[in-house]
């Protein structure tokens, strides 16, 4: 889908479910002083998936001071809506006076409920090839063929990787 040019945003409206949209820090717009307002931040996150595409927790302490991002969030609308479900939500964004729209029922369902494949392609590119023989592991254990990995098999599969 590729990223967008923060100059060529002239608007973007969230529509969310109204539960969520009342979660303190949710509709937060800035400004950004700490890690945990830009987590909670419904508007920095979409900002942020439109101007750089997939980005990783480690990557906020850069994020905080983003000019193409946080005028983006200055941009923003929250619409909290009843009828929309927990898994619901639209993104409509304006670019030189075209609307474009994403409804979350448009995105594949792994996105929000990972199979194998797609659990087995996030824990390795988190964490590395360590996580091979956990992951494997886990899924015998679902599978009835084994037992769960210990806890220290994790950690120790982990260590060292990107959270």
Do not use: C, W
């Not at 792994?110 to 023989?133: K, N």
């Not at 254990?141 to 994790?154: F, N, R, S, Y």
Request: hydrophobic share 45%.
């Amino acid at each position: 889908a590729g990223t967008l040019d923060p100059a060529r945003i002239e608007h973007v409206e969230i529509h969310m479910n109204s539960h969520f949209a009342s979660y303190p820090g949710t509709q937060f717009m800035g400004p950004f002083e700490r890690t945990e307002q830009m987590i909670a931040s419904t508007a920095f996150g979409v900002a942020t998936l439109l101007t750089r595409g997939a980005f990783d927790y480690a990557e906020y302490v850069d994020l905080i001071g983003d000019e193409g991002v946080l005028g983006i969030v200055q941009k923003t609308t929250i619409v909290a809506r009843d009828d929309l479900g927990y898994l619901d939500g639209e993104v409509k964004v304006t670019v030189e006076g075209k609307d474009v729209t994403a409804r979350a029922s448009d995105a594949p369902q792994t996105l929000f409920f990972r199979d194998r494949e797609a659990t087995s392609v996030v824990l390795t590119h988190r964490h590395g090839d360590s996580m091979d023989a956990v992951t494997a592991a886990i899924f015998a254990a679902l599978d009835g063929a084994g037992d769960l990995p210990a806890v220290d098999d994790i950690v120790a599969a982990t260590r060292g990787a990107r959270i």
